[in-house]
Nanobody
């Protein structure tokens, strides 16, 4: 099983910055893509940003130009640099990883436990 551990959430004021980290642990797997999702109370979980093993990135329109996703493949770690934060960014942020196990070539989709991001006015 792949374990995802997230960190970096917290409370910041409007215009502030945070950097989220997510590390995948375990052996015998290969990650194809990782991404960040967020879910606010009463709202549907939405994709924020994603990055492939080839470093191709995608962003939600609401965060484009403010957030940057990156990864260190050797460490199976993905980051989300969040700048110019607004109260609308307040949510629980979840890390997601897609890949396959080397034995049997079975594909997986795992989620982290989530980290809270709160932006005050």
């Amino acid at each position: 099983q792949v374990q995802l551990v997230e960190s970096g959430g917290g409370l910041v004021q409007r215009g502030g910055s945070l950097r989220l980290s997510c590390s995948a642990s375990g052996r015998g797997f290969r990650i194809t893509a990782m991404g960040w999702y967020r879910q606010a109370p009463g709202k549907q979980r939405e994709l924020v940003a994603s990055i492939t093993s080839g470093d191709s990135t995608s962003y939600a329109d609401s965060v484009k130009g403010r957030f940057t996703i990156s990864r260190e493949n050797a460490k199976n770690t993905v980051y989300l640099q969040m700048n110019s934060l607004t109260p609308e960014d307040t949510a629980i942020y979840y890390c997601n990883a897609n890949g396959h196990f080397l034995e049997g070539m079975r594909w997986f989709n795992y989620w982290g436990q989530g980290t809270q991001v709160t932006v005050s006015s």
